[in-house]
């Protein structure tokens, strides 16, 4: 079993940053999975942001956040991380990562099968 925290949600100031943290307790196959950011913005589906692959270095981002996310991971303490810069008031959500299995695209959420309880973020 694994359990994912998210933290670092906060309220700021459009153009302004935030550093999303995802805490991984317990054990996955990481040579295998895939691990992703998905936010719920009010009056949208759940989308997703940003994804980085089982070999720790291919990434992709939703077209709207290019240039201003980063997704990284720190293997060593078990932290899957969200750098975002430039923030737009379209930003504001509820920010998620899950852990996802190696098979269907980073943006198929039926393939995660693990979900943190998300963090807020809010842009004005």
């Known amino acids: 079993d694994v359990q994912l925290v998210e933290s670092g949600g906060s309220s700021v100031q459009t153009g302004g940053s935030l550093r999303l943290s995802c805490q991984v307790n317990g054990s996955y196959k990481r040579g295998s999975m895939c691990m992703g950011w998905f936010r719920h913005i009010p009056g949208k589906e759940r989308e997703g942001v940003a994804a980085?692959?089982?070999?720790?270095?291919?990434?992709n981002y939703a077209d709207s956040v290019k240039g201003r996310f980063t997704i990284s991971k720190d293997n060593t303490k078990n932290v899957l991380n969200l750098q975002m810069d430039s923030l737009k008031p379209d930003d504001s959500g509820i920010y998620y990562c899950?852990?996802?299995?190696?098979?269907?695209?980073?943006?198929?959420?039926?393939?995660?099968?693990?979900w943190g309880q998300g963090t807020q973020v809010t842009v004005s």
């Open positions: 899950g852990l996802k299995g190696s098979t269907g695209t980073w943006e198929t959420i039926g393939r995660y099968i693990s």
């Open positions: 980085i692959n089982s070999d720790d270095v291919t990434t």
